[in-house]
């Protein structure tokens, strides 16, 4: 049996992993639903969010279909050697997609609450719309930003549902420690398996108090 | 010279305005909501007219008929909005230095001589007063280049006996580094102290030109 400690570490590294992941685009997409008008607005913001509302059980699927060996994104990286399904990848991919709602809803609200006015002096001063989005844009959003990052990670952390069918439960290879409590659970060793609820316990609350100081540092 | 003819419709205000400029310093005056800061606005590049066409020295900026409208950040205009909007994360001096562009940008000592901030340089924007704050984005409107300034109620935001002391800096602006000015105001004893031409607006529309 796999220590507690080391699923936990496992368990964070995937979920950093996956805040890793989910930045760039979650950055990008809440700037632009935040700042910009484009044909397509409201599908890309609903989409975005449904991984907040759906079975997390169905994003899963979707994933499994989407990445296995039969399909679309699975087969095309086959070729390339790299394979995804039923690996910590898997793990990684699953807590990014169930994170990414929390961080566009949040790093959006911050940029959104950026005003204008810099954004446009900015550009009378020669700044490209690139150097605006780096050097006034993101610096004065970064609160949010963060605050969203420290969310998503949260999420992920706990993700349960699209893990297990994307990536099953294989000790030492994907199992997290929401996937380790159910087969304990279901495996009838509850002491382990509340072991591990402490643990789980111990770090969510520590994303979460982080991420509310944040937010209540930024309303200051 | 500056060239402008625009028309463009928000809602239920228009505007429809056309002017030439040779003066130095200009002034677009009127009354609140005439639409003198859309005007200035458009020939900044932040807001596009639904038609016509804006032209600085012979450089067309805009253009419906020619399809031509030049992104803000390449038109070479130095803006200084009505609340001026130093960036808040930045120190004065780099905010002075935000845009400067090399071969283009005055010396900042000169900039920051002429307008006497030499003292404010490593404060941050938050502990300014207003008229420091007034010179300070004046200041980084001028480091960035501009071959023309837009200046948007530049003396609403200090108080009566400050805005004597604000007036030396821009006929400063004006006079050392010889540059064209058109600013908004809707105070006539401003507008005289420093403007060559006058440029009457209300409701969307130019009253009159006159020269002063």
């Not at chain 1, 789980?200 to 944040?214: D, K």
């Not at chain 2, 490593?122 to 420091?132: A, I, K, N, P, W």
Request: charged share 20%; with cysteine.
């Amino acid at each position: 049996m796999m220590g507690a400690w080391q699923i936990a570490w496992f368990t964070v590294a995937c979920a950093a992993g996956a805040t890793i992941l989910m930045l760039p685009a979650g950055v990008l997409i809440a700037w632009l639903l935040a700042r910009r008008n484009f044909p397509g607005r409201s599908i890309v913001e609903t989409l975005v969010s449904l991984p907040l509302v759906m079975p997390p059980v169905a994003t899963g699927l979707l994933l499994l279909v989407l990445l296995s060996r039969r399909g679309a994104l699975g087969g095309m990286l086959e070729r390339l050697g790299i394979e995804i399904v039923f690996t910590w990848k898997a793990v990684v991919i699953a807590m990014a997609i169930m994170g990414l709602p929390l961080l566009v809803r949040t790093a959006r609200a911050g940029f959104e609450q950026v005003n204008s006015r810099y954004e446009r002096v900015a550009a009378t001063l020669g700044a490209p719309p690139s150097r605006i989005f780096f050097t006034i844009s993101l610096p004065l959003a970064w609160p949010s930003v963060l605050a969203g990052a420290v969310l998503g990670f949260a999420r992920a952390l706990g993700e349960f549902g699209a893990t297990i069918i994307v990536a099953g439960s294989i000790p030492g290879e994907t199992r997290t420690l929401a996937v380790a409590i159910y087969s304990y659970t279901e495996t009838g060793q509850d002491a382990q398996a509340i072991r591990l609820v402490l643990v789980s316990v111990v770090i969510a609350f520590v994303a979460l108090w982080s991420a509310n100081r944040l937010v209540e540092r930024r309303a200051a | 010279m500056i060239a402008i003819d625009i028309q463009l419709k928000q809602g239920a205000f228009s505007l429809a305005a056309a002017f030439n400029l040779d003066a130095r310093v200009a002034a677009l005056f009127g009354p609140s909501g005439a639409g003198k800061t859309t005007i200035l606005d458009a020939i900044a590049g932040l807001r596009t007219p639904d038609r016509g066409s804006i032209a600085i020295d012979g450089r067309l900026l805009f253009s419906s008929d020619a399809r031509v409208n030049v992104p803000p950040h390449q038109r070479h205009v130095g803006y200084v909005p009505q609340d001026v909007a130093l960036f808040p994360h930045m120190d004065v001096r780099r905010n002075l230095l935000y845009g400067r562009h090399p071969g283009i940008s005055p010396d900042l000592e000169r900039v920051v001589g002429m307008l006497e901030i030499g003292k404010l340089v490593d404060r941050r924007v938050t502990d300014l007063s207003g008229g420091e704050r007034q010179r300070v984005a004046l200041g980084r409107a001028l480091m960035s280049g501009p071959s023309l300034l837009l200046l948007d109620e530049p003396l609403a935001a200090v108080d009566v006996p400050l805005r004597k002391r604000i007036l030396p800096y821009l006929g400063r602006v004006r006079d050392d580094l010889r540059l064209p000015i058109v600013y908004v105001s809707h105070d006539r004893e401003e507008v005289e102290a420093l403007a060559e031409v006058v440029v009457r607006i209300e409701e969307g529309k130019v009253a009159g030109v006159d020269r002063a």
